[in-house]
């Protein structure tokens, strides 16, 4: 099959650009809970407006992605599915294997997703300050409201996102029990002291600590290396402004 001009990726940026160039696109997302993510209501409704295009291209359980000269490989439940391009963008080269030599070689890392129960917060919170714009170890904290306690819709879970080196990622400064203890502390610096139970004879009131939980903890692999673009192949990093920005000067 013949798909001119394709996508390759795994973010909104990559699906909004097939989108809005009317492209054919092929998703590598993997499950993971990016649902506390900004603009992530965005990925479903782009997805959709592009498989009712007819420009989407996804299997339910995709093994591998090779990109061959023209050719795009796609494996999936031992059957190899072929596309022929002419250009092909490629958004993030993670779980896609390509011919393109490197530019810049630089060490994998891997994306970590600890997800926590939270309980005994005292009085009900329905916003929290979460932790944004950090970098490698609990670089984001997001709070949000899992619906595993019926009828709420108050926030009863986060999820702590780091990325981690491939020796960080076994050594115990950068484990779950770490990321707890992140998680705890800002609890206390947001006022999250927990159930009150009594005061003490001082007046000053004592409290039952939050409960945190942890609950799971997803590892994904980031290849970070900086591919050299060839004719058919070119690998992009564009912003959600800059795709904007150049579809209006078009």
């Known amino acids: 099959m013949l798909l001119d001009k394709v996508v390759i990726g795994s973010t909104l940026e990559s699906a909004y650009y097939a989108l809005i160039n009317q492209l054919f696109f092929i998703p590598t997302r993997k499950?993971?809970?990016?649902?506390?993510?900004?603009?992530?209501?965005?990925?479903?409704?782009?997805?959709?407006?592009?498989?009712?295009?007819?420009?989407?291209?996804?299997?339910?359980?995709?093994?591998?992605?090779?990109?061959?000269?023209?050719?795009?490989?796609?494996?999936?439940?031992?059957?190899?599915y072929k596309y022929t391009f002419d250009k092909c963008f490629i958004f993030d080269p993670t779980g896609v294997r390509v011919e393109n030599k490197i530019k810049h070689n630089k060490q994998k890392t891997f994306m970590i997703y600890d997800d926590f129960e939270l309980s005994v917060m005292?009085?009900?919170?329905y916003e929290l300050e979460p932790i944004k714009g950090g970098s490698g170890f609990a670089k984001e904290l997001n709070f949000y409201c899992s619906g595993r306690v019926d009828g709420s819709n108050y926030i009863t879970d986060c999820v702590v996102e780091s990325e981690l080196t491939q020796d960080q990622l076994y050594h115990f400064d950068y484990s779950d029990s770490m990321v707890r203890f992140v998680v705890e502390r800002h609890l206390q610096s947001l006022g999250v002291h927990g159930n009150f139970m009594k005061l003490y004879k001082s007046g000053k009131p004592k409290y039952r600590k939050p409960k945190v939980l942890h609950k799971s903890r997803l590892v994904y692999e980031k290849d970070n290396n900086v591919y050299v673009d060839s004719e058919n192949v070119k690998f992009l990093d564009y912003s959600m402004e800059q795709i904007i920005e150049k579809s209006t000067k078009r």
Do not use: H
Not at 56 to 76: D, G, H, L, P, Y
Not at 122 to 125: E, I, L, M
């Open 31 to 80: 499950d993971c809970p990016i649902f506390y993510k900004d603009g992530v209501r965005s990925w479903p409704s782009i997805n959709i407006m592009l498989g009712l295009l007819s420009k989407r291209i996804a299997f339910k359980n995709t093994e591998t992605i090779r990109v061959v000269e023209n050719q795009i490989k796609i494996s999936s439940e031992n059957v190899t």
């Open 122 to 125: 005292g009085p009900k919170r």
